[in-house]
């Protein structure tokens, strides 16, 4: 069962012009277009430790001949290292490398760099300006395994390492810090035909930062009580399947990129003014399917962007579900489940070409007559009241009450406002069966919140349908519907 929990009200329209503003921000501070970087200077990098940092562990690197496996026994080292020739470095007991607070901790500068088994603590100190982190690469094919990485100012941070995999870390930021004083848990830069899978991210300043990285897989990640889930610019043909990005400020914020697909993630409490679940900025060609975007203060959020297409995704719990600015951008939402939501959509642009096409929506209370799935009448997304929402902030703490209801039922008998029609022409009678579409958070005792809307829901639609009777069913079932429940 879905849970969806009731969203909480604020301005819907205040909030769109601050996660306008904020988007404007972001693009200022970057070019036009991706642009590849330059070579990295050599002295711009941390290098070799001084002798009074340096890890008891360097000897040990320094001595071995590339190739080689250096096998670190239990116990723990105090001070930094630095790898600069291909070597397997890896932990049995899982020894704990403790930094010297003033650099990063691991520093790779040769290709082919395996680590793996390692507790890192970077000891809460570092230098931002120079990217300090638990691990620290700036070379190809990088491998980082089942390490544990604490109070550092970047978990991982990787510059033009092309190649690299994270697999199966665990990454906590420094606690009590705000966070303009810490980094991203996993930073790439400037890089491609990298994988991330399986990694846990807490408490940093961004989970995944991804900038001029593309061709990448980034699968099964949990990442959480952060600021931005996915901070993302400038990098295309990039794959994100099963990740959780759950309580920040925005679940995903992905701009000025290309031909990304985004599959059976969950976004999952994203809350705070102008908040955001999934939010594109200057987007081409990406497909959402089959992900879980629940209780965040807005699902969906597009601007600037061509051929964004959402099918099979749960979109629950939001204030406004769908943020829309672009007038032609040729959006598609096709066999989305849309329940519990204060508004549908709101639509900052005097028109759209954007196409909703055999969608759930728990709010319609149109009849299925004819028993085929699918309701008789559009089901319009925009009413009159909605234009007073987006106009009037106050106007939110009525949306709920027997008074909208009242207006828009009024203003579909007598229309009054030539408002603009966005409608979805053959909207579901019922929710379809999403089999793909993840469950909520999966280590939840008892009753939910988020579930408790759902069963209402769910349960005053049926009541609806009993009290209007239905003939049997006669015709096909709706092309979006999914009917082989699991």
Same mark, same amino acid.
């Given at each position: ?20 503003? +904020? ?15 330059a ?6 990098l941390?290098?070799?430790p001084?002798a009074?940092d ?9 001595a ?10 239990p116990?723990?080292?105090?001070g930094? +290292? !630095?790898?600069d ?11 704990r $490398?403790?930094?010297?607070?003033r650099?990063?901790?691991?520093r790779?500068r040769?290709?082919g ?5 390692f ?5 809460r %100190? %570092?230098?931002l300006?120079?990217d300090?982190s638990?691990v620290?690469s700036?070379?190809?094919d990088?491998?980082l ?5 604490s ?6 941070? $990787?510059r033009?390492a ?13 606690p009590?810090r705000?966070?303009g004083?810490?980094?991203s ?5 400037n890089?491609?035909?990298f994988r991330f899978?399986g990694?846990?991210?807490v408490?940093?300043r961004?989970g ?10 980034i699968?099964?990640?949990v ?7 996915l #901070?993302y ?8 399947e099963?990740n959780?990005f759950a309580?920040?400020?925005a ?11 985004f599959r059976r ?6 809350? %705070?003014?102008a908040?955001?679940?999934? &939010?594109?900025q ?6 959402a399917?089959?992900n879980?975007?629940?209780d ?6 597009i601007?600037?962007? #061509?051929r !964004?297409t ?5 979109i629950?719990g939001?204030?406004?579900?769908v943020v829309l ?14 329940v519990?939501?204060m508004t549908?959509?709101e $639509? ?7 196409v /909703?096409?055999g969608?759930?929506w728990?709010?319609?209370?149109e009849?299925?007559l ?6 008789e009448r ?6 009159? /009241?909605d #234009? /007073?929402?987006g106009?009037?902030t106050?106007a939110? !703490?009525l949306?709920?009450?027997f008074?909208a209801?009242?207006?828009g ?9 030539? &408002? ?5 022409a053959?909207?579901l009678?019922?929710p379809?069966?999403?089999?793909a579409v ?5 280590g939840?005792v ?13 349960g ?7 009290v209007?009777?239905?003939?049997p ?7 979006c519907m !999914?009917t082989n429940a699991?």
């Amino acid at each position: 069962m879905l849970m969806i929990r009731p969203a909480a009200c604020t301005g819907s329209q205040g909030a769109a012009v601050a996660l306008a503003a +904020v988007v404007l921000l972001f693009a200022a501070a970057s070019p036009a277009r991706a642009q590849p970087m330059a070579a990295i200077p050599p002295g711009a990098l941390e290098g070799r430790p001084p002798a009074s940092d340096l890890s008891p562990l360097q000897a040990r690197v320094d001595a071995a001949v590339p190739g080689a496996t250096v096998t670190i026994e239990p116990g723990e080292y105090v001070g930094d +290292v !630095i790898i600069d020739k291909p070597i397997h470095l890896t932990g049995r007991g899982r020894p704990r $490398l403790v930094g010297s607070g003033r650099g990063s901790v691991v520093r790779i500068r040769a290709d082919g760099v395996t680590i793996d088994g390692f507790v890192i603590d970077g000891r809460r %100190g %570092g230098d931002l300006s120079r990217d300090s982190s638990g691990v620290h690469s700036a070379a190809g094919d990088t491998t980082l395994r089942d390490l544990e990485i604490s109070d550092a100012l970047f978990g991982v941070y $990787l510059r033009e390492a092309n190649g690299a995999v994270v697999e199966r870390c665990r990454i906590r930021g420094i606690p009590g810090r705000d966070p303009g004083e810490k980094g991203s848990g996993i930073h790439a830069y400037n890089m491609e035909r990298f994988r991330f899978a399986g990694n846990e991210i807490v408490d940093v300043r961004d989970g995944l930062y991804l900038q001029n990285a593309s061709q990448g897989e980034i699968r099964g990640n949990v990442v959480r009580d952060v600021r931005y889930g996915l #901070h993302y610019m400038f990098s295309n043909d990039n794959v994100f399947e099963d990740n959780t990005f759950a309580n920040g400020a925005a679940g995903t914020a992905i701009m000025y990129s290309q031909r990304i697909a985004f599959r059976r993630n969950r976004l999952l409490r994203n809350r %705070g003014f102008a908040s955001v679940g999934l &939010l594109f900025q200057g987007c081409d060609d990406v497909l959402a399917e089959d992900n879980l975007i629940a209780d965040n203060a807005r699902g969906v959020f597009i601007e600037g962007s #061509h051929r !964004i297409t959402l099918r099979r995704n749960v979109i629950a719990g939001a204030d406004v579900a769908v943020v829309l600015y672009d007038p032609t951008g040729g959006h598609r939402f096709e066999g989305n489940s849309f329940v519990g939501n204060m508004t549908p959509l709101e $639509l900052v642009a005097r028109r759209t070409d954007t196409v /909703f096409a055999g969608n759930y929506w728990s709010a319609n209370d149109e009849p299925d007559l004819d028993g085929d799935g699918i309701c008789e009448r559009p089901y319009r997304l925009t009413s009159v /009241f909605d #234009h /007073f929402r987006g106009n009037l902030t106050a106007a939110d !703490i009525l949306s709920d009450s027997f008074a909208a209801v009242a207006i828009g039922a009024a203003e579909r008998a007598f229309p009054v406002l030539r &408002l603009v029609p966005v409608e979805d022409a053959a909207p579901l009678a019922r929710p379809p069966v999403l089999p793909a579409v993840p469950r909520p958070d999966s280590g939840a005792v008892g009753p939910s919140p988020l579930g408790i809307v759902t069963s209402l829901a769910l349960g005053l639609g049926g009541v609806a349908v009993l009290v209007r009777g239905r003939r049997p069913s006669t015709g096909p079932r709706s092309a979006c519907m !999914i009917t082989n429940a699991p």
